[in-house]
């Protein structure tokens, strides 16, 4: 009996034992959550921030690479007015060679000059401030165009990419062919595939060199030269290019008529006399087999 009393005093004190520490273990824990909490709700307080605003703040700086990253292909177009046109473009010549341009066509009259310069594409606004700057010089037009193709660029990278593994592809089973009709089925379509390949790195370089490299056209006219004004696009001027069209089409072919009527008249007179000739014997064997 005295045994028994004592296992279950034993039991009782257990039981107890692990209740305490079960409550000292869930205040401690809802302690440490209590003293943790802050910092993360307050970052002011020297708390890890939200990653949400880390992210954002992510995407908000690959947005402005993004922007300040952009590939633009530009045009610009100055008309200028001079007393010594080849003397302004000998000192506009200078001016874009020491910024690293170059001419790529010219064309000159006594009066009138026009080169067209290719401007690395960081460096044309200040080339085309310093034209503007020269002395003695007006500016009678100035035109600038902007192509943004910074899409067409990355979607020709992507295309180069795929193209290039999918060659790599091909030659995986150029190698393992064994029979020649195999060997020469791959080689056709690595052959049409490098082909792609070319198309599009030939693609690729010319629009990074139209990038690279702005166009610049700069005429030069004499002060006492009359400005060539350009004709705009209505109703009336293309109704006389057409007709001036009609009349040329009209002219050239009665100059074809001409050349070919000689040779009509030798040889369709013999056809002709034949096909009479022809004629007159079937109007006149009907006439023979009746009488």
């Known amino acids: 009996m005295g045994r028994r009393v004592g296992l279950v005093a034993a039991a009782f004190a257990v039981v107890a034992l692990a209740g305490c520490g079960a409550n000292g273990s869930g205040e401690s824990s809802a302690a440490d959550r209590a003293a943790v909490a802050p910092e993360v709700a307050s970052p002011q307080q020297g708390g890890t921030p939200p990653a949400r605003d880390s992210s954002g703040e992510a995407r908000q700086a690959d947005t402005a690479s993004a922007r300040d990253g952009r590939q633009l292909v530009r045009t610009a177009t100055v008309e200028l007015r001079a007393a010594d046109s080849s003397a302004v473009m000998g000192r506009v010549t200078d001016l874009v060679g020491g910024e690293g341009g170059y001419a790529a066509q010219e064309k000159s009259q006594p009066d009138r000059a026009t080169v067209t310069f290719k401007v690395p594409g960081d460096r044309l606004d200040r ?21 943004d193709v910074t899409e067409q660029i990355v979607d020709v990278e992507a295309r180069l990419a795929n193209q290039r593994a999918s060659v790599e592809r091909v030659r995986g089973l150029l190698e393992r062919a064994t029979t020649t009709a195999e060997i020469t089925d791959v080689e056709a379509e690595l052959t049409k595939r490098q082909a792609e390949l070319e198309s599009l790195q030939r693609r690729y370089e010319t629009l990074k060199g139209q990038v690279a490299l702005s166009t610049l056209t700069v005429t030069v006219s004499a002060a006492g030269a009359s400005v060539v004004v350009e004709e705009e696009d209505d109703f ?34 013999p056809v002709l006399g ?18």
Do not use: M
Not at 259 to 264: D, R, T
């Open 274 to 291: 034949y096909w009479w000739r022809r004629r007159r014997r079937r109007v006149a064997a009907p006439a023979t087999g009746a009488s």
């Open 127 to 147: 080339v085309l401030t310093a034209i503007a700057a020269l002395e003695g010089v007006q500016v009678v037009k100035r035109e600038l165009t902007t192509e």
């Open 236 to 269: 009336l001027s293309a109704f006389a290019g057409g007709w001036h069209a009609l009349v040329d089409a009209f002219a050239w072919l009665l100059v074809v008529l001409g050349a070919v009527l000689p040779f009509a008249v030798v040889l369709g007179l």
